[in-house]
Structures are given as C-alpha cells and as structure tokens.
C-alpha cells in the first residue's frame, strides 16, 4: 500500500534526486519538540484499548471530517458532557465501521496517508481501510494491541524516537512525567511549559486557576509581582522535568511593552475579573513579553501559536466540550504585533522565539522578513491545518528565499494522535527532500549542500533549536 | 489548433495518468447550476446576430482587458447611457477587426481558451485569430449563425448540457421561463433566486424595488413580517419555474441574528431610507441569516458570493452603467462574519450554503476549515477571475488536504457567455484531472480512487449539492 | 559552477521549450529602469575598494541574513552612527572571510545565485565560496579590481546595460548626473524622482527639507501653491537629467483626492509640524494624486512602492541608521485606497501608474484586476523579497490569467548592488521563459507566440512603459 516513492516529486529526473536525499534521512531518529500525546501512556504503559479507541474517537482531525458530512459524533462514541442527545455509540467495533464507510472522504487529505501509514508500518495491514474489510482489519488490530509489542512504551522504541515532548499546564503536577522518570525506562519524554490558563483572562477559569497557582508555588497570586513570581517558579519546576521549551496559543500576535505601573494595574483588573475584553487581549500581549523577559533568564525556549478562533461553533462547545474540531483560522498580522516585544528582545542571540502560522499570507510577507533579520526569531514548520505536503511544499517555497533554511526548526508534529508521529516525520522528510531536489533539479543548490540541509531538517536544527 | 492533451500536466508520467482519467468524464453532460446566460435565448431560440454581439460586446472579460490596453468602449460598440462621448461603433465587422487586431493581449488568460475551444469546437475554425484572418473568420461565422444548427436550443442539445441555472431578480416575472416551459422543448431551464435588488439597501432602486415587491405579492413590504412573507412567497413561485437555490452577492461575508425587535427597527429604518452605511451592511447581514431559515424550510440551497466592490469605475459607471468590468475583487473575512448564522443553522445537515471568494487567502486559512467541520457548508469551485487554470489548480491545492474533495460542489461556470460554457467545464475537468494525476503519480492516492474522484467532481456532486 | 539550464523547469520536455525561449532573450541588453546604484561611481568611475566593501558591507540582503544568525553588524565592518558598542571590523579580508563562513546560511536564497553569477561571470571563479578558498578568493577579486576593466563604466559596458536610473530625493542637486553628463561617455544613466523626503510629513526631517527645497526652487513652500509649484520645478529639473519616473514609497497605498480647501488647510498643518499621524496618512494620500496630475503634465512615469515598515527594529536604527535590513512588509490594501486616485485619473490612457507590492496576496485578488481594467495602470515586477525564482513564479502564475501580460513591465532590478545587475536580469528572463514554455507545454500558448512574449517582458515592455 505504501510506495517507496510516496510523496516524492513525479518527474524522474527529480525523484531520483530526492530518492537520494530521502535515504540518507529516513532511518534518522525522530525528535519530536512539540505535541500533545497523553504522559500517562508512557506512565502507565497500558495497551490501548481499541481500533477505534486509538484512532478515531480521541483525533479531531478524522472526526471533523465525518462530521462534516453529515455524522452526528455521538456516533463515533464521542461522549457529550451535557447528558443530551441521541445516544452515545458505544461499541467501538460499530464507530470503526462508520469511519471505514466513509473513509473515502479522506482522499487526497494527509490524514489518509498517516492511517495508511499506521495500518502498514505498525500492524503490516496491506489493504485500504474500506466497509468490505472494516471488521477483518478491526479484528486484526485488536488482537495486535493485545500483545506487549504494541504497549506504548514498545512503540515508542519501534519509532525510533530519540526524545519528544508532551504539553501541560502550569497547574499541573506533572505526575505521568514523575512516574517516567522514576521508572528507569530509557524513552526521553520531557514536559513544555503552556500557561494559556494562567496568562488568558479569557480561558475558562482563569481567577481560579490564579488561586490554585498561588496555592502550588506558594506565591501571593494576588499581586503582579507574585504572579511573576509564581510563574517564574513554575517554569523552574517544569524545567526540572526535562522542559526546554514554553508554548504560548494566543489569538492573535499582539505583544505590549507596559511600563510597570501600568502592567501591575492591568493585572489587578484582570485579576478582579473586571477586564474588558481589550484588556485581556493586551494582558496577553503584555505576557508574551514577560514570558520573554523569562526565557532569556532559564534558557527556555519560546514558542508561539496564534491564530486560531477557538471554539467556534457554540452548539457543540456546549454539547461536547472544547478542542472538538471547531477551531478556525483567522487572519493574523505578526509585522506590528511583534514590534513591542522584539524592540525589547528581538536582538538577543540568547534567546530562541519560535514563530508558529495559521495565516499562510504571512510567510513570505511577514515571517520570513522577520526572522531572516532577527537574530532571536525563528519559525516554527507548517502547523496543524498545513502540516500536510501541499503545506509543507508551500511553507518552503514561500520562506526559504528570503529566511533561508537556517532559521527554520525542522519538524513538529504536534499530534495527540501516537500512531501517526512516523508518519508525519517521514512525510516532512520526503516533502522536504523533494523540495531540495527541485532545486537541486533546476542547478540552484548543489547536491552535496541538499544533502547536509536535508539532515539538517530532519534531525539537526531542531535538537538544536529546542536545546534537545 | 485545440491539442488533446491541452492544460494536463507535462510530465509524461502525470500526463498519462491525466488522460486516462479525463477521458473517463470528457463526456459527460454539463450540470450547469449558476450562471448568468439569457433565458430569452431558450424562450425564442432566435439566431445570434453577428460575431461581434455573439462574442465581444457582451463579455466583459474581453472588453476589459481591451479598455485597459487604452480602447475605447465605445469604439467597441458598447452604447454609453448617457449618450455622451464620441459616436459608437456601429458596425460589428469593425468592432471584430478591433478585437483580433488586440487578440494578443488575451496569451496566457483563460480568455484566449475559452474562445479558441470555442472557434474549433462550434465553427470548425482551426486558425487562431489575427488580424490577418479578422475578416475570414467574421464571414464563417456569420454565415454560420443563419443557420438552423446555430440557434439557442440546438447548441444547448450539442453541449450535451443537462440542466442550466440562469439568475433572476425576485421582481422577475420569469416570462422566458413560462415560455419554455410552455414551449414542451425538452432542454432543462431553471432559474435561481437572487435577491440582492430587494435586501441590500444600497442597491440602486432599493425602496421601489420593495414597493413592486409587494404589489406582486399581496404582501405589506412595509413591515418586517409582510416583508419576509414577500420573500418567502417569491421563493416559492421561483421553486415553480424548477429554482434549486439562491444566491446572494453581498460586499462582504457579514451574518448576523438580531433579536427580533431589532430586526424589526433595522428594516423600518432601511424601509424608510434612513439607514446609514453600517446599518445597510447589519441589514445584509441580517437577511442572510433569514434566507437560510427560509432554505431550511424550503429546501433552497443557498450560495454565498462575497467580496467585490462592485462599479468601482464611476467614471464608467456613469457612462456605461454596471457590469462594465470594473468590479473589483477586495479581502474577505469569513471565520468571524459567518459565526452568527453558523452560530444557528451551521449544523443543521438538511441546509446547504456554497461559500465562494474572490480572495484566495480564505481557501486553506478560513474555507476548508469551515466547511471541514460545519455540515451545512460546501465550498463553491473556484470563482470568476479564478475560472481559470492557475485559479482552479489553486484552489484544490489549497482546500483538499482540509475539506477533501466531497465537501466541494464541482463546478459552475458563472458566465453570460454562452458558447465559452462547454470550453469551460472541459478546463475544469481537465485541471481536476491533472490535480488527481498528480495525486496518483505521487501515490497519495489510487487510481481507481482518482477515476471515481474525477466523476463526482465533473458530474454527481454538482448535481447532489444542488438537487439538480 | 553556472549550468547553463539553471532556473528552468526540470521536466525535459518544458526545458527543450525554455532554453529555446532562453536562448532568444538572452543576449538583449538590460534595461533598468528602477535601482539604487550610486550615480557616483559612473561619474568618477574609480575603483571598487576591495571584495567586502564591494559585495558584503552594503548588501543589505546579505548582512541581515548573518545578523538573523547572531553576526554583529560590527564584526561585517558596518559603521555605528551613534559611536558605541564593540570595535567595528576594519579589516575588509576578516569581514570576507566571516562571510565565507556563513555563506551556507544563504542555501535556496536569490542572494547566493546573484553572488556565484557574479564570481563566475565577473571574476571568471568557478568555485562556491568557502572558508577554505576565502583568502584565495579575495586575492583574486582584489587583484581584478585594480585593473580598468573592472572600474564602474567598463562593467556598465560589459553588462550590457543600455540605460539605468537611480533615484535621488528631490533636494539632490543631480551633481554625479552633471558629471557623467558632462563626461562625454556613453552610458546612459538617467535619475528618478523621489519625492517622499518632501511628500511625507514622517520623514525625518521633512519641515526643514521644504525649508530646502523652497530654497532651491525660490518657490514658496510655505504656501500649497508654491509648495506644489517648487515640486513642479524640481520634476522638471529630473527631466532635465534624462528622469522619465518618479517613485513613491508609502506605507500605504492610500490616495485622496481633497478639495483644494482642505488640502491647503492639511498642508498647512503638515508645514506647521502640527500634523496628526492620520494628517500624515492623508497629505502623503493627497499627494499621490498631485503627483498623478504632474505626471500626466509632464509624462513622468509614475510608480508606486507601498507597504514597508521601515526601520521596523528601533536598536539597530539607534546604532546603524536606515536601511539596515530591517524593513519589514504588510497587509496592503488597493482596492478602495487608490479609488480617490483612480476616479480622477483612472481613465487617462496618457498616463502611466505602475504599481508594486510587498503583499504577494493582492497579485490576483486586487492588482491584477484593477491593472486589468484601468487604462493608467500597471504592474511592476515581483519587487524586494520576491525579486526571486519562486517569487517571480508566484507573480505571473497569480497576475497573468487576469491582467495578461501586457499590463505588467518587465523587470526591474531595484539593486543597490552593481554586480548583481546581470544576475538578475537574467534570473527574470529564465525564470519568465520557464513559466512561458510550462504555457507552451501544457498548450495553453504557441511557441511563436511564447517567443514573442519572451521578448517583450525581457526588453520591449520595460522601454516602452517607462519611455526609455
């Protein structure tokens, strides 16, 4: 089912170029700096439960899709929180046929080519996913994760993954990564600091989740310099277990530069509750810089993910919950949003800031004119909607003229979906090494340089930018 | 002078590929459902007059670019209404002399296909046009025209076109439409509902056009409910004469729910014509969001036009009047100005809204994840300066890795310019087929997947989509 | 290290095509309407200094990439204008040889084309610059420069170049024109007119540059009238130099059109220092229309250059001055900002406004449809950070099915950096024949016409749209 060639360019001149250059970085170890894969599979090391319990009902990415055409999600077993509603599918074996008689709608999408890739590469399944043999292939994965081969903990070695790297919120106790590392196991897995729930006045509890920051550091919440300080206390612990980096997933850019007085005022705002949506946004901004002003002391890296409209369709927040496939890009302009923050900041070599996109305008207009000049910007790969071949094509063709190579990060996978992290590193890598070719192709690199760069994307720059 | 293989990829491998599945739906019947041909064609199935009024003078996608070249509108037979300036060509051969002695300004635009399938594939001309063969061609062409093959109903039946949508204002009586349905010829000619005359309060006649609105139906436009019950009694009366959908041009994407006291008090103040600018767009705004209650009642699909500034010319618009080439494509939001309507009939999987854009950015940023999630959304092809190869190839480039390919409609070729309709859907098809060659060559997706992609997209989704 | 088939399409077929389109173009001379090139150094025609002061210290392109990788612009021998920080680099072989070592940096960027062209084409190297042949390579270029056949005018000669203009502020007494004037030679080297020092009330400096010009002119700028008069007679002093065009270069695209109360009123303001920054906005709108209006007086070519952030880092301004790389685009609009402008002198087919853009999102959505449709109107090349292959690409790939390619005119350089002039010019045509011969191959252009096109945006489109 997978083909050697797969997603390299067609014409053969240049596919046998990025043959080449695939080779030499396929077997490379995945460093994955930025994802959300649940700590408790490596804590625990349970085997998963079910075909549709590992791939269908927890990835957002299939079940948009369904949903999309017309497939209530109570069907596909997703619970809703409100008690309403038809009844909740719950036998996985009838979620899985659902997803194979509609997996035609995958076509042409990157979530086809990572099932196929799971199927293949992990279970030796050979054949489409299609109504005909959806309980075949069900019976087959399911008896696979019975075995100790398919425990996380296995896979994870099976991958080849040199290090990855879970999110978490500030709140919380990082217990899975404790268990980890007490356990002796080898696998590299290390925490990144996300404090969205204590730096967004917006984000849903956010005065208590201020109180409960102040209870955990033992710093008074209360005041700006407390919560600096407790933040600052977070960051060291989460520092203690393996974190290297902060992730920050705002709305928009924006950043802000507040004198003193004017931040301490605006944090008792947000902190009385009493902010208007304009004051949370610059409270947002003005955390940016903070979390800055952080990195440069404990060395962690920054990274930053705006852009998208969170929750956007209110019926099935209400029904389901957050992070149910409803949340859309807007447009987002980073040339004056950053100013603030990057005047400040910006001509620092010990710092890393590492620009993420939902706008893929800005690229070429705005991205890469930034960090082809700041000496502590770089960006992030293609994200989320664009991690994909057409996305990743297009985020190389619109940055590498004018950022370079060098001031990019390599890949991330930023998936909770555990099967599909080979798939999407050996997708960017053929993608990558096929853009290489091209230019190799049409005699504006020379193949010994497309080479180190390939490596250089698979493996290098990305240790390096995320210091793993 | 039309090569079989035209618009498919060049590398042989994909081309190859390309043909195998193009030829697969070359044949096929045209589903023509959002257009803006002259019903009064079909009704009297009078011949073309001559090549000039056949071609040029009503096609603005030729006399534009004519007009930017520095020639006069006039001097290509198209009557000022104001009856000043110098005196209009008169005579139709010299109107065609001008037109080929500029014909290469048309190289590399979509233009230039559409005419030449049209030359080879209706005349039998297999010379492109100069101002060398200017006169030869006027005279096969004319000579051709007399005749009885040429007329309306006989080149509908050679197009092989199984149903066509032409565009009526609400104030429409549907004469033609009466007339051919009385006429018992077989060719399948709906109309569809384009209310911009009687909701948007900025367009020109607002305040007669709901007068007439309600003489026609008994109903009192001067109030809210007497207003909505117009329409809703229009959409039923274009239902009889076979209408499937409606369509609405606004400037911009704006939804809106207003409690309905204030729905009440906004159409009062539009009514009276006391409404500002905001409260024109609130009021489009608003409308939009009844028109698909009324859809979910009727079962009227509903397609969404957003993004022109319309007559941005005024100069030509005081002199030639609208529709003169000078709308203006501008940047188009989606993700927060469709949240309203979204908001409330956005999962409702018995309603269809086709989005369309004249502004790239929203395909992959906004579109495809909208319509990747919501299931009353569709994506429209491709649109107007985007019917095009680059336009198309662009579009599934950057919509399928989100939407897939079924939360698409295939294709409309939106024109008033009947002989370039078969040229236009044969583009589509081959550019689908060359996208899909591509897939297959780069083993993302099988062939006989491609071949069953390539079918709906020339042929059932439209139908599906529009209930055709 | 050149190969001769470099930058054109890797598929065979389309490449046979493109060299023979290549082939025909060439050798035509380079026509550079637009650049930065010092009229100093045809006037005195002295030697260049040596490798770094030649290639690295002023090529901004060049610095802010090994800035972005945390190079001190000291240590590449750029001057502090504020006298602090570390000791700068004095030594020209250092700098060179710290460029060599960061040359891997510019991998897939224009910057690395342009710079091996230059070697091998200039200097006859056919090696890639590194830190083991740096001092080597120096020796070399450094012994070439002392000989006469590397003195400015000799290569002005050897490039082939039939005409180049500069661009001088309106206060530059055109002094080095005077000279190359007066010197009998040859070459032609024309100015350009570059009002924004005297237009743009944010320049530093502007009240005494009216201060000046009125000075220069004996007009008075104190007064509307005689401010637009000294702006008249300075024009006329350009076209004296042999200036066919004037440049603009706003941060917006915005244009007004005022009554002449109100622009005499804001001018008075902006004369006084009292000016708002949205006063500033609109007297910088206002004179983009006064500036149309001379043009179509005196038949300057008038082009417009919006949408740069400038000095977007405040430290580095502080410590090095403008233009050091950190420029920084945005969003632009056009659609409704150059309406005022359009409505007024839209129509006039004597007139010729070309436009360019940072924003690549407005090639198909916005300028391509108003340049498609306005006689004034046209399109300058892919410009700054899309001078490039796959900027170019994207250009005519987004305005061509639109505009056509009539609309647009040729290429222009815009470099401050002599010896990439030919590189550049010859990165258009390849990559312009390249796209043409992909029309040729998928048949959507004859080959006869191809080379038609090939020829005109290499050289005939550039002479006629600027009057050279």
Chains 1, 2, 3 share one sequence.
Not at 160 to 188: Q, Y
């Amino acid at each position: 089912m997978l083909h050697p060639d797969r997603l390299l360019p067609s014409e053969p001149g240049v596919r046998s170029i990025a043959r080449r250059l695939y080779e030499s970085v396929a077997a490379l170890p995945i460093v994955s700096p930025h994802g959300h894969t649940d700590p408790r599979w490596y804590a625990e090391n349970e085997p998963f439960p079910n075909p549709a319990a590992l791939f269908v009902t927890p990835d957002h990415y299939l079940f948009r899709m369904l949903y999309s055409q017309g497939v209530p999600l109570e069907a596909l077993g997703i619970p809703r929180r409100d008690g309403g509603g038809g009844s909740v599918e719950t036998d996985p074996r009838k979620v899985w046929r659902l997803f194979a008689r509609h997996y035609y709608l995958f076509r042409g999408t990157p979530s086809r080519m990572w099932f196929d890739h799971a199927l293949e590469q992990v279970f030796g399944i050979e054949e489409r996913l299609s109504e005909r043999n959806a309980d075949a292939l069900y019976d087959r994965i399911e008896a696979a994760l019975r075995r100790p081969e398919f425990r996380p903990r296995a896979l994870f070695e099976r991958f080849n993954i040199e290090a990855i790297a879970t999110t978490e919120s500030p709140l919380d106790p990082l217990k899975h990564h404790a268990r980890i590392r007490d356990s002796g196991w080898g696998g590299r897995v290390v925490t990144a600091f996300r404090p969205d729930p204590v730096v967004d006045p917006e984000f849903p509890g956010f005065t208590e989740n201020l109180d409960k920051l102040g209870e955990i550091t033992g710093e008074d919440t209360g005041s700006w310099e407390g919560y600096l300080a407790a933040l600052a206390n977070r960051r060291a612990y989460f520092k203690s277990f393996g974190a290297t980096s902060t992730d920050h997933g705002h709305p928009s850019a924006a950043t802000a530069d507040l004198p003193r007085d004017e931040a301490r005022a605006l944090f008792a705002a947000v902190r009385r509750g009493t902010a208007s949506s304009a004051d949370a946004e610059l409270f947002r901004a003005q955390m940016l810089t903070e979390m800055a002003r952080m990195s440069l002391d404990d060395g962690l890296v920054m990274q930053i993910h705006p852009g998208s409209l969170r929750n956007h369709n209110g019926v099935i927040e209400e029904r389901f919950g957050r992070d149910m496939g409803a949340d859309i890009p807007m447009g987002t302009e980073y040339t004056k949003a950053l100013r603030p923050l990057l005047r400040r900041f910006g001509n620092e070599t010990a710092l890393t800031i590492i620009l993420f996109t939902l706008d893929e305008t800005s690229y070429s207009r705005e991205l890469a004119p930034l960090a082809g000049h700041y000496p502590a910007l770089r960006l992030g790969p293609s994200w989320w909607f664009y991690d994909s071949p057409e996305g990743m094509r297009r985020f190389r063709e619109m940055t590498t003229e004018t950022a370079g190579f060098y001031n990019t990060v390599g890949f991330n996978d930023d998936t909770r979906a555990f099967l599909s992290i080979p798939a999407r590193h050996d997708m960017a890598r053929r993608i990558d090494c096929g853009f290489l070719a091209r230019l190799v192709a049409e005699h504006r690199l020379d193949e010994d340089e497309a080479q180190e760069v390939a490596h250089d994307l698979a493996y290098r720059l990305v240790k390096q930018a995320y210091k793993l």
